[in-house]
Nanobody, 130 residues
């Protein structure tokens, strides 16, 4: 079965940190750009950060630049999102997604438009609250 499984969400106080993981099963992530997306209650889904399959190019939404870091470990078939200095407005369900692509240029359109996603995970809830 081909799937992406997110983990690492939870309740954290403002200013705290979390690390999300996205593990793939049934296929290898080597040829896929991977993105993290989030959806807050009553809001549209938005791209948070994306990383290319080839040279590690990254894209970050302006709202998370300097606070979040995306990385991948192809040997473990896993992508991570390190989230620091969390704010209440970071609250939402976080999804990872995979798009088959070898181009570093994929990351920005993937995060901004996500129209060519091949696989979505089911999400993990992040709640930033005191």
């Amino acid at each position: 079965q081909l799937q992406l499984v997110e983990s690492g969400g939870g309740l954290v106080q403002p200013g705290g940190s979390l690390r999300l993981s996205c593990a793939a099963s049934g296929f290898t992530l080597d040829y896929y750009a991977i993105g993290w997306f989030r959806q807050a209650p009553g809001k549209e889904r938005e791209g948070v950060s994306c990383i290319s399959s080839s040279d590690g190019s990254t894209y970050y939404a302006d709202s998370v630049k300097g606070r979040f870091t995306i990385s991948r470990d192809n040997a473990k078939n896993t992508v991570y999102l390190q989230m620091n200095s969390l704010k209440p407005e970071d609250t939402g369900v976080y999804y990872c997604a995979a798009e088959f692509s070898l181009s570093p240029a994929t990351v920005q359109p993937m995060c901004e438009y996500y129209y060519a996603i091949d696989y979505w995970g089911k999400g993990t809830l992040v709640n930033v609250s005191s």
